[in-house]
């Protein structure tokens, strides 16, 4: 009786020891600096977004939560996804990937991008977006996008025009207004938006389709001219300019905008813990106010849910305008 009553009082302790070995065994998330990946050189629409974001987000993930930018151009964005989709789905490799990466690319590279834009990723949140700006050199004689057109179709030779990576936003932007507009130009990729724009400051091309928060400080400063927005609407950025629709472009409506996302099979519960400290984030008026300001405009609330669906529509949307241009692209 007096083993069976020892084992008794002893059972509860016995059964609790694997739970509060398991729980000690699970160090607190998170243990080490969290990498936040960007797809693209430092002083781009991504990156200034990213910074601005990790500012305000690494103190709601813990006291000592560190995010860390790492900058991993090329492709357009796609070597950083393909680095993201394969870590470890543990919350220490986080992305801010663009739309070039998760539904640009693969829409005009689907042989060679390595990775399912939408499934081999948890998405986490929509964090902003803004439109394109068809963009000429500061020096350039184009004041319009008639302007541009006619004199694309009377060159002798292709106008050089450059972005962001091949089957990059600015890339298929740039082919779709072409497209529509009924003239070929002769393509150049580069690394990043800065790049893109340190050519136009030279005059090396001729125009480009740039994202408005790379290309802002640049028409600022008289180095570049913009000639037309691809939203819908003007932007409040640059009031003075119109968009592609006022200019006999109906219906174009091109925006790209930042997911946040994490390698597949991050637990839900962590999921939510970074959704719910980007939503906190993205509601200070100060961060909506700097993201503005830089020409990130900051999204809605989302869900991982409700994200992972505007990526998918984001790819649907891109693999359309793909089919129109016939645009048909490789990588060596």
Same mark, same amino acid.
């Given at each position: 009786?007096?083993?069976?009553? %020892?084992? #008794?009082? =002893? *059972?509860?302790?016995? +059964?609790? !020891? @694997?739970?509060?070995?398991? &729980? ?121 996008? %008639?302007? #541009?057109? =006619? *004199?694309?179709?009377? +060159?002798? !030779? @292709?106008?050089?025009?450059? &972005? ?133 405009? @900051? ?34």
């Amino acid at each position: 009786m007096t083993s069976r009553r %020892a084992f #008794l009082l =002893a *059972a509860p302790a016995l +059964a609790a !020891a @694997p739970a509060g070995r398991r &729980a000690a065994a699970q160090p607190a998330w998170p243990d080490r600096p969290i990498a936040l990946v960007v797809g693209f050189l430092p002083g781009g629409s991504t990156d200034i977004g990213a910074r601005l974001l990790a500012d305000r987000m690494a103190p709601r993930l813990g006291p000592n939560a560190r995010l860390i930018i790492e900058n991993r151009p090329g492709a357009g964005g796609s070597l950083a996804a393909e680095h993201v989709a394969r870590a470890a789905p543990d919350g220490h490799v986080l992305t801010l990937a663009s739309a070039s990466s998760f539904a640009t690319n693969p829409a005009a590279l689907p042989d060679t991008v390595r990775y399912d834009p939408v499934g081999d990723f948890t998405h986490l949140a929509v964090v902003g977006g803004g439109p394109m700006c068809l963009v000429v050199p500061g020096t350039s004689p184009h004041r319009s996008i %008639a302007d #541009l057109v =006619a *004199a694309a179709k009377a +060159a002798r !030779a @292709p106008l050089m025009w450059g &972005a962001s990576g091949a089957g990059g936003i600015g890339h298929l932007t740039g082919e779709f207004f072409a497209h529509r507009a009924g003239f070929r130009a002769e393509f150049v990729p580069y690394r990043g938006g800065s790049a893109v724009l340190e050519a136009m400051r030279k005059a090396e091309i001729d125009f480009s389709a740039e994202v408005l928060a790379s290309a802002f400080p640049h028409l600022r400063d008289g180095s570049s001219r913009a000639l037309a927005v691809t939203s819908a609407a003007r932007h409040p950025l640059l009031p003075e300019v119109p968009t592609l629709a006022e200019q006999g472009f109906a219906g174009f409506d091109v925006v790209t905008s930042n997911v946040l996302q994490a390698p597949r099979g991050l637990p839900d519960a962590l999921a939510q813990r970074i959704n719910r400290a980007a939503m906190e984030a993205l509601a200070e008026p100060e961060l909506r106010r700097r993201l503005a300001a830089a020409g990130v405009d @900051p999204a809605e609330p989302s869900s991982p849910a409700s994200t992972r669906d505007f990526v998918a529509g984001e790819l649907a949307k891109f693999q359309a305008i793909v089919r129109e241009t016939g645009l048909r692209l490789s990588r060596g």
